[in-house]
């Protein structure tokens, strides 16, 4: 069963249920989720479930993150714009 969570909070809770439907999803294999350090991936709390292994990039490493070249190339995007409001930003 899918459980829907605000999209405005990013901490444990959350990353427990994201990490719960994605081993429901892929229950047939061993799966490897590479991640940043952030706090809520490495949260007491969290219980990882036996078909995931967690693989933590090393701190400072941003040219290891994939997300970190979307980034990039948002920010050359929208460099040097001026926008009224976030709301016109994020249109754009």
């Not at 809520?40 to 290891?64: G, M, T």
């Not at 190339?73 to 714009?81: I, S």
Request: net charge negative.
């Amino acid at each position: 069963m899918i459980q829907r969570v605000s999209t405005k909070k990013l901490n444990a809770a959350c990353f427990q249920i994201f990490i719960n439907q994605f081993s429901e999803a892929f229950s047939d294999s061993l799966n490897v989720v590479v991640l940043d350090n952030g706090r809520f991936h490495h949260a007491k709390e969290v219980e990882i479930p036996e078909n995931v292994i967690l693989l933590y990039l090393p701190p400072y490493s941003p040219e290891l993150n994939p997300i970190e070249r979307l980034w990039q190339n948002l920010k050359a995007k929208l460099f040097c714009q001026v926008y009224e409001t976030i709301e016109e930003m994020q249109t754009k």
